[in-house]
Every structure is written in structure tokens, then in C-alpha cells.
């Protein structure tokens, strides 16, 4: 609980000094947004993201279409800091809790890029299921897949499954 706190709040602060002058919204909220149009370009799309002038987020248009938006909650910041607090909470040795963070975190950024290019071209082909993919799928993958690397973690290298230790 202490760990997510201070995570959080340091999450908090960062995004109130990120004045969008030279990243907009935020430096990683910016970064996943061209990290997703790369991605959905690579897969033959054509793509734009865009700051929004209206509000802290990033348009992606495809196909001349202003299709969704990229907010702060997009970049998958908040969900690497709840993997992390739990394994921190339930860790193990140093050098494997440590590694198990990175390794963690780096997936879980990569399939948040993945999620949201798949909900993208998902969106664009299917509009009318936009509200089962975001609401539904797309959120149950991410979480989802934290929940399989504290099974994983809680099984494999915590102490708590440590007998006699």
C-alpha cells in the first residue's frame, strides 16, 4: 500500500509539471500515442496523431478519420505502478523482484501498445462494437495479464510461497 502511495503521488506530481511544451500531453502519454502511429502505419494504415486543442489528449485520425483519442490513462503508467506495488508487496529476493519488475513492466507497456493499436483498427472496422472493445475486451486483456504475472509471481518467486525460509 505504502509503495502504490508513493508511485502514485510521484505519478501525480510528474504530471503536473508536465506543461505540454515540449511533449503534449505528457512526455509518455506522447510517446505511446507516435509509438502507436508507427505501429498502425507499419500495418498499412494511415494514420495521424495529432494534439487535441481542446483537451490533454492526442487524436489518432485513420484514414482521414478523427477515429479516438490517446488520454493520460492510455499510457499504462498507472497499471505498470499497480504490477509493481503488488510485487514489491509480495516480493522475493532483490535481484528477482527487481528483474521480475522490468521484465514486467516492459511487457505490460508492450501489450498496452499492442491494445490499443488492435482497439484502434478494431474501432475503425467495427464502430459499432466501439463500446464492447474498450469497455469490455481491451480492458480485460491489461488486466488480465497483470493478474496472470502475480499468479505467476505469487507461485514462483514470492516468500510467501517460500516454506521454511
Known amino acids: 500500500m505504502v509503495v502504490y502511495g508513493l508511485f502514485s503521488f510521484a505519478y501525480k506530481f510528474y504530471l503536473q509539471l508536465s506543461d505540454g ?40 485520425i485513420l484514414n482521414g478519420k478523427f477515429l479516438a483519442r490517446i488520454i493520460e490513462g492510455c499510457n499504462g503508467v498507472s497499471v505498470i505502478i499497480l504490477f509493481l506495488s503488488f510485487i514489491v508487496a509480495f516480493s522475493g529476493k532483490f535481484k528477482t523482484t527487481f ?47 497483470i493478474f496472470l504475472l502475480w499468479i505467476f509471481w505469487v507461485n514462483r518467486f514470492s516468500k510467501l510461497n517460500k516454506k521454511d525460509e
Not at 505501429?39 to 490533454?56: I, M, T
Request: net charge negative; no cysteine.
Open 99 to 145: 528483474f521480475y519488475i522490468f521484465s514486467g513492466s516492459v511487457l505490460i507497456y508492450a501489450v498496452n501498445l499492442i491494445r490499443i493499436v488492435l482497439l484502434t483498427i478494431g474501432m475503425y472496422h467495427y464502430p459499432e462494437y466501439e463500446y464492447v472493445l474498450h469497455t469490455v475486451i481491451f480492458p480485460g486483456i491489461i488486466y488480465g495479464l
Open 21 to 60: 511544451s515540449k511533449f503534449y500531453p505528457d512526455y509518455m502519454t506522447h510517446l505511446v500515442s507516435i509509438q502507436s502511429e508507427v505501429l498502425l502505419n507499419s500495418f498499412g494504415y494511415n494514420v495521424q496523431v495529432l494534439p487535441h486543442p481542446n483537451e490533454p489528449s492526442m487524436k489518432v
